[in-house]
């Protein structure tokens, strides 16, 4: 079981942000300063390094490298949900100032967006 106090960094939960790879789009679900998950509407295999995009309301973050850390089908009804699995990854060690400005920024913007509501 996930233990949310056990997180070192909050998690932003955001809407209109996409994961772009070879294997196709996927919506991302939260994000933080080291992490991120997104759900898919197909089941993949993932390999141990993976480059993705992120792409949020203009945005973007370009060839991010990330480390899938689990993945977990949505067990529920298959009418309720069009995404089939969820992954959750770390970024990769070694980023460079632009992924860790892009990412800033991305968690900037979505701050922003939590305060107007």
């Known amino acids: 079981m996930k233990n949310q106090e056990s997180r070192r960094y909050q998690r932003h939960k955001l809407e209109d942000t996409f994961v772009i790879n070879q294997e196709g789009i996927c919506q991302v679900h939260d994000l933080s300063p080291t992490g991120i998950s997104f759900r898919c509407t197909n089941e993949r295999k993932y390999p141990e390094n993976l480059t993705v995009d992120v792409i949020n309301s203009g945005l973007r973050i370009w060839d991010l490298p990330i480390k ?12 309720s949900s069009l995404f089939v699995s969820r992954l959750g990854a770390k970024f990769d060690e070694n980023l460079t100032i632009e992924h860790l400005s892009a990412i800033a920024s991305i968690l900037n913007y979505s701050e922003k967006d939590l305060q107007n509501l």
Do not use: G, L, R, Y
């Not at 899938?68 to 009418?79: C, G, L, T």
């Open 68 to 79: 899938p850390i689990w993945v977990e089908k949505n067990n529920a009804d298959s009418f």
